[in-house]
Nanobody
Framework: QGQLVESGGGLVQPGGSLRLSCAAA????????ISWVRQAPGKEREVLVC????????YWFDSVRGRFTISRDNANNRVYLQMNSLKTEHTAVYYC???????????????WGQGTQVTVSS
């Protein structure tokens, strides 16, 4: 059975950058739209941004537009989230997820990775 595996999280100072990676094990990511979702302590999950199988990007959370960039590398079976100019309020667990479709929509995401912790602190 396939799984999504996130990596790249860690501790970073305000103003710093991180690149998160979402790797697929046991299946290929090519046909699927992939979303990045975060959950901050005590808050609900927020779907931030999605990339379709044809490389179209949809931002669901406007405040990350221009700060976070999603991309995919089908040759390496990965989707990335480049995060720049990080703030303390970006501290959260970040997940990649898919609903199994090729396009980005507001449908329910039902296949998730385990998440990677991002902590922005001085």
């Amino acid at each position: 059975q396939g799984q999504l595996v996130e990596s790249g999280g860690g501790l970073v100072q305000p103003g710093g950058s991180l690149r998160l990676s979402c790797a697929a094990a046991g299946f290929t990511l090519d046909p699927y739209a992939i979303s990045w979702v975060r959950q901050a302590p005590g808050k609900e999950r927020e779907v931030l941004v999605c990339i379709s199988s044809s490389d179209l990007t949809t931002y669901w959370f406007d405040s990350v537009r221009g700060r976070f960039t999603i991309s995919r590398d089908n040759a390496n079976n990965r989707v990335y989230l480049q995060m720049n100019s990080l703030k303390t309020e970006h501290t959260a667990v970040y997940y990649c997820a898919t609903d199994g479709y090729s396009g980005c929509s507001d449908g329910e995401l039902d296949f998730w990775g385990q998440g990677t912790q991002v902590t922005v602190s001085s």
